[in-house]
C-alpha cells in the first residue's frame, strides 16, 4: 500500500504579515493512521524540502496525540523535512492521493498545474483521491474524466465559510472552497462548525476541520481494502 500526501510549500497569509502553511493535526494525523496501517508514504510538496507549518497549529490548544507523536518521532521529522517535488510523480507508483490542510493550499495547491494532473491521472486510474479542511482546494481546479470540474455531481465537504468567519479569515482567503465546489455543481455537505465530518462520493474522500483528519484518512483505508 502506497500512499502520496502533497503538502503546501506556501507560507504567507495573504498580505497580513502573519504566516502560515500546513496545519499540524491534518498531516500528522492522517500520515500515523497510514503508517500503522503498513503504508509506505510519500511526502511531496510544489517546492519539495522542508513545508511551512503554520504556528497556530503548533499552539498548546491545538496539540492532539498524532501531533505530540510527530515531535517525539526523528524519522518522521526527516521525511517531513526532504518532502519531493512534484517533478515526475506518476499516479502509477501509488494507490491513493491525500491532501493535508492548513491555509497554504488555498494560495498553491489550488493552481498547481502539477498537482492538478496528478489529482486527474489519479481519478483516470479509479484511485483514491482525498482532502481535509483546506485541502480540498487542491481539487478546485481539477477536471474529472467527462472534462467537467471533478466535484461536478459529487458530494464533497471543506473547511466552511462559516468556521473561516469563525476564524476572522473570511475577507484575507484567496478563495472559499465552498464557493467553488457549488459552482462547480458540487453537492456540499457540512456539519457543525468544527465537528469532525467526512464524506466519501466513490473514490473522492473530503473532511471537514481539523477534528476530521482521522475519520478522513480511515476513510481512505477503507477503500483500499475493499
Known amino acids: 500500500m502506497r500512499i502520496l500526501m502533497i503538502v503546501t510549500s506556501h507560507d504567507k497569509m495573504g498580505d497580513t504579515g502573519h504566516k502560515t502553511g500546513i496545519w499540524l493535526e491534518e498531516f500528522a494525523a492522517p500520515y500515523y493512521r497510514f503508517l500503522d496501517a503498513g503504508a509506505e508514504i510519500t511526502l511531496a510538496s510544489p517546492k519539495g524540502g522542508q513545508p511551512p507549518l503554520d504556528p497556530n497549529s503548533q499552539v498548546p490548544d491545538a496539540l492532539t496525540d498524532a501531533t505530540n507523536r510527530f515531535e517525539n518521532d526523528p524519522d518522521a521529522q526527516a521525511a517531513f523535512a526532504n518532502t519531493v517535488t512534484l517533478d515526475g510523480l506518476k499516479a502509477d ?71 473561516e468567519k469563525a476564524v476572522g479569515l473570511e475577507n484575507v482567503v484567496p478563495i472559499s472552497i465552498e464557493d467553488e465546489f457549488k459552482k462547480q455543481g458540487a453537492t456540499f455537505e457540512r456539519a457543525e462548525n468544527w465537528a469532525p465530518y467526512a464524506v466519501i462520493d466513490g473514490k473522492l474522500v473530503t473532511g471537514q476541520n481539523p477534528a476530521s483528519s482521522e475519520e478522513t484518512a480511515d476513510a481512505v483505508l477503507k477503500l483500499l481494502s475493499a
Not at 494507490?95 to 486527474?120: C, M, R, V
Open 93 to 163: 507508483d501509488f494507490d491513493a492521493l491525500f491532501y493535508p490542510g492548513g491555509h497554504g493550499p488555498l494560495w498553491d495547491l489550488a493552481n498547481d498545474a502539477k498537482s492538478i494532473a496528478l489529482i486527474e491521472a489519479f481519478t483516470a486510474l479509479d484511485k483514491p483521491v482525498a482532502a481535509v479542511c483546506h485541502g480540498p482546494a487542491a481539487l478546485v481546479g481539477a477536471k474529472g474524466k467527462d472534462g467537467k470540474p471533478l466535484v461536478a455531481g459529487k458530494k464533497v465537504t471543506s473547511f466552511t465559510n462559516d468556521e
